[in-house]
Nanobody
Framework: QVQLVESGGGLVQPGGSLRLSCAASGIIFSVYNMGWYRQPPGKQRELVTDISSDGTARYAESVKGRFTISRDNAKNTVYLQMNSLKPEDTAIYYC???????WGQGTQVTVSS
């Protein structure tokens, strides 16, 4: 079955950095666009960034210039490098293959001093 395991979240001060990972299994990872979504407390889940099978990335305006998505098809893993973190980046972060209904447990990111 499909499994998505996000990791790398934690508590970080404003201006700090984190690198999230999402390991996927049960899918042909290389053919999927992979997205990172986040759900802030009390809000809807939103798309942060995605990367196509050929490596083309798109970003929400709120994270452009601060976040970088990448993928390693040999490891079935997608990454999210997050720099210059702000308190409004606090959320549970999830990865998702191609807008499907598959979701992992997410990883909590908290940005606070």
């Amino acid at each position: 079955q499909v499994q998505l395991v996000e990791s790398g979240g934690g508590l970080v001060q404003p201006g700090g950095s984190l690198r999230l990972s999402c390991a996927a299994s049960g899918i042909i990872f290389s053919v999927y666009n992979m997205g990172w979504y986040r759900q802030p407390p009390g809000k809807q889940r939103e798309l942060v960034t995605d990367i196509s099978s050929d490596g083309t990335a798109r970003y929400a305006e709120s994270v452009k210039g601060r976040f970088t998505i990448s993928r390693d098809n040999a490891k079935n893993t997608v990454y999210l490098q997050m720099n210059s973190l702000k308190p409004e980046d606090t959320a549970i972060y999830y990865c998702n293959p191609g807008g499907t209904s598959f979701w992992g447990q997410g990883t909590q990111v908290t940005v606070s001093s």
